[in-house]
């Protein structure tokens, strides 16, 4: 069965500085995708990043980072230079490219960024 | 711009009444999904659609069905509501079970 593991609840970052939000997952597909969601104090989920399993490259999408280890089976989200508005909680999850089956999510990370 | 449109942002409902939560998308998605957010337990898999009148249980179906008449349109029922259903559910859909999601705005569902 698959597993996402996000193992910090809350964190702090100063403004304009990088922060780091922790993913592992587990899996025994060879082909899979990571997502990673942004979900604001508004409610709604935004799709921030993808990355397939066999893509080479990390992905990025503006101040955003996918940093892809899969041998240790991580997926870390980066943001560069936070800013106020980045202050979410944020979800990774997982998808397998074979099959049929629905993303799982893990338990989120809050990030609270400060002035 | 794209749309998946969930009909209330907040409801309040008396224990054992049966609600209704609606789910509208307009991207021709063929698959839909209702998703139930607690703190602390992320998001949980309630029941997910992959085409008009089919059905998939997820991993807490207890308590809930689902309806699918149409393409468009995937509705949550809570036959008879209880307090431990208070949550905010989450409406989404995709081109691929598997792939990205759109989701909507959220109704955060108080049962008193």
């Known amino acids: 069965a698959q597993k996402i593991t996000q193992t910090q609840p809350g964190m702090f970052v100063q403004e304009k500085e990088a922060v780091t939000l922790d993913c592992t997952y587990d899996?025994?597909?060879?082909?899979?995708?990571l997502f990673w969601y942004k979900q604001p104090s508004s409610g709604e989920m935004i799709f921030l990043i993808y990355?397939?399993?066999?893509?080479?490259q990390n992905a990025t999408e503006g101040r955003y980072s996918l940093n892809f280890q899969k041998a240790r089976k991580s997926a870390n989200l980066v943001i560069s230079a936070s800013q106020l508005g980045d202050s979410a909680m944020y979800f990774c999850?997982?998808?397998?490219?074979?099959?049929?089956?629905?993303?799982?999510f893990g338990k989120g990370t809050r990030l609270s960024v400060i002035a | 711009d794209v749309k998946v449109t969930q009909s209330s942002r907040y409801l309040v409902k008396r224990t054992g009444e049966k609600v209704f939560l609606e789910c509208v998308q307009d991207?021709?998605?063929?698959?839909m999904f209702w998703y139930r957010q607690d703190p602390g337990l992320g998001l949980r898999l309630i029941y997910f659609?992959?085409?008009?009148?089919?059905?998939e249980k997820g991993d807490i179906p207890e308590g809930y069905s689902v309806s699918r008449e149409k393409k468009e349109r995937f509705s949550l029922i809570l036959e008879s509501a209880s307090t431990n259903q208070t949550s905010m559910y989450l409406c989404?859909?995709?081109?691929?079970?598997?792939?990205?999601?759109?989701f909507g705005s959220g109704t955060r569902l108080t049962v008193v």
């Open positions: 989404a859909s995709s081109l691929r079970v598997g792939g990205g999601y759109t």
């Open positions: 899996t025994s597909d060879p082909s899979y995708g």
């Open positions: 990355q397939g399993s066999y893509d080479q």
């Open positions: 999850a997982m998808s397998r490219n074979s099959g049929n089956t629905p993303l799982v």
């Open positions: 991207m021709d998605h063929e698959n």
């Open positions: 659609s992959y085409d008009v009148k089919m059905k």
